[in-house]
């Protein structure tokens, strides 16, 4: 049984106090608070795990398993999906083993078998030694399946606009029914999330277009913004903001203002409140 006053507390970026637990990553000593992931730890260490599907903003699924890491000490030795498996006081950690290596050279040529195009696919397998795939299937599609599209839409959004279809090699992602989605608000967070660029937003005159795999999956209008005229963001996506931002404080969204002209009355805003603040300081001064 641990001694409580042996445990280590530490804040942490909330300010609430964390117990910290100790691991070692490849030789190194960690500290990571309960309920972390051996990733986050290891990002924290500066110890480069790479990572396909995870993302920070996002709960991790595991879904590509290039994180893998070999763990021993107070866990069964063994190997792990990093971004799901949280640390443990004596855990030891390696990233780098030449089993680890092996296993993640054939993921990688998996995933380029299937985008061998891909600048960002083709980079992260480079980095690991991998310049070419015995899994060619013919195609050249950047879509590597790591979810993160579905999830930000699904988890953060809300909107359940996107979805896995099929099985195997038929495997893709897509809308409900493969057609133009009454779900999408149009706010572009799978673009955002996307490592591999495989998803666009397209905004040309006052519509936007969401597609992937050549596909169109969300057509909108455009609205403008009450200052500059501009368009620039969905009725849809704009119905959210006031739904989730300001509603919860009692307000209502009744201007719309396109980011430009937000960060320019910020400006301004600020700009006043310097003046002002010279302009006290000047009344007010002592003369000496």
């Known amino acids: 049984m641990k001694n409580a006053n ?28 309960r309920g972390k992931t051996v990733l986050e730890a290891a990002t924290d260490a500066d110890i480069y795990i790479p990572t396909l599907c995870y993302h ?59 985008s061998p195009d891909s600048p960002y696919l083709i980079d ?10 015995r899994f060619l299937t013919g195609e050249s599609n950047d879509c590597v399946l790591c979810g993160r599209c579905v999830r930000v839409c699904r988890d953060e959004i809300g909107a359940y606009a996107l979805c896995f279809v099929n099985r195997g090699p038929d495997r893709k992602v897509t809308t409900d029914f493969e057609r133009l989605s009454e779900y999408c608000i149009g706010c572009g967070s799978c673009a955002q999330v996307c490592p591999t660029g495989a998803i666009q937003v397209q905004d040309r005159g006052n519509e936007r277009k969401i597609s992937t795999w050549g596909q169109v999956f969300a057509k909108f209008k455009l ?15 704009l119905e959210l ?5 300001y509603q919860p404080k009692g307000l209502e969204l009744v201007d719309y ?28 001064s002592v003369p000496r």
């Open 6 to 33: 042996s445990m280590q507390f530490k804040k942490d970026k909330e300010g609430d106090m964390a117990e910290m637990i100790n691991l070692t990553i490849n030789g190194k000593k960690v500290q990571a608070p």
């Open 223 to 237: 609205e403008r913004c009450d200052h500059c005229g501009t368009p620039f963001a969905p009725a849809k996506y």
């Open 257 to 284: 203002i396109c980011p430009e002209c937000f960060k320019n009355r910020d400006r301004a805003s600020e700009k006043r409140k310097a003046s002002a603040l010279r302009s006290s300081v000047v009344k007010w």
């Open 56 to 114: 920070p903003a996002l709960e991790p699924e595991g879904t590509c398993r290039l994180c893998i890491v070999e763990v021993s000490g107070s866990l069964r030795k063994g190997i792990r999906v990093s971004c799901i498996q949280e640390v443990k006081e004596g855990l030891v950690v390696e990233t780098e083993t030449e089993e680890i290596n092996k296993h993640r050279r054939l993921l990688l040529e998996l995933f380029l078998g299937r």
């Open 124 to 133: 992260l397998a480079a980095r690991h030694g991998v310049t070419s795939s």
């Open 241 to 245: 903001i006031n739904k989730k931002a």
